[in-house]
């Protein structure tokens, strides 16, 4: 028998994983709840009875394949990337319903070479004010969701007509236009959330350890059996770690120098 398995939405709505396919709500009786696949193509449904809570699901009425590897192996919490569209539009289409945020680096980055692409270099170094007013900008990813038009309007008050065409850019693209939306939406720059959490902003950890294993494997090019090798020594190596830390115990690190 195939397991089915309740999740939640990231509005708390409820949902239905069975075989790599993800149902939502479509409509609520006195009895059940009706669950339609989050394809609306697919004609595939689950019935919950609010009485028993048992769930029952039709297996063939599915019209595409499902992508079980990801529904049941990767369901993070939420997931970081940088800006790039694609990579934005792929975690879209493959996890949903998985909160996605953009890197705090790479959004500061995206605005100070706009500042250099704008000829503000000169600006920017020899105007404090100016400077700060631009830093008041990236600031705008700690602010709550609720407050970042009123705070980007504060802040465009501040500068002098010489930057109208880096708020335009900075409008355009992570606030919005009277008729457009902006190219990234606020949920995905907007870090207040990760901040009030006290979850990770940037991915220096991930990092931290690429390093270390670039180090540990020692070449730039190695063949898959010594490249296997390593991973193999690296999984084991994190599973001892991983055991440690549940048990209390410190994990022992190397001294600088020594690595």
């Known amino acids: 028998m195939s397991q089915i398995e309740q999740l939640s939405s990231v509005k708390g709505k409820p949902m239905i994983l069975h075989e790599g396919y993800i149902y939502t709500v479509e409509r609520t009786t006195k009895t059940k709840s009706i669950f339609q696949c989050k394809n609306r193509d697919c004609k595939g449904v689950c019935r919950r009875l609010l009485l028993t809570l ?15 590897w990801v529904n049941n192996c990767f369901l993070p919490e939420s997931i970081m990337t940088d800006f790039e569209t694609g990579t934005i539009k792929s975690v879209k289409d493959m996890l949903s319903n998985i909160l996605h945020k953009g890197y705090l680096f790479h959004f500061s980055q995206a605005v100070c070479r706009q500042v250099q692409s704008k000829g503000l270099t000169t600006k920017y170094n020899a105007d404090e004010v100016f400077r700060l007013n631009v830093k008041q900008l990236i600031a705008l990813a700690f602010a709550p969701l609720d407050q970042i038009i009123t705070g980007f309007d504060l802040i465009c008050d501040q500068f002098d007509n010489g930057a109208d065409d880096l708020l335009e850019y900075f409008e355009k693209t992570c606030i919005e236009t009277d008729r457009k939306k902006p190219q990234f939406d606020h949920r995905i720059w907007n870090i207040h959330d990760r901040v009030v959490a006290t979850v990770p902003r940037p991915n220096n950890s991930v990092e931290g350890w690429h390093n270390a294993f670039a180090d540990r494997v020692a070449l730039s090019h190695p063949t898959i059996v010594k490249l296997g090798e390593k991973i193999r020594r690296e999984q084991s190596k994190c599973q001892v770690d991983m055991t440690k830390i549940l048990q209390s115990h410190d994990i022992k ?3 600088a120098c020594y690595r």
Do not use: L
């Open 54 to 68: 048992h769930i029952t699901c039709d297996d063939d009425q599915y019209n595409y394949s499902s992508r079980s």
């Open 253 to 255: 690190t190397k001294k």
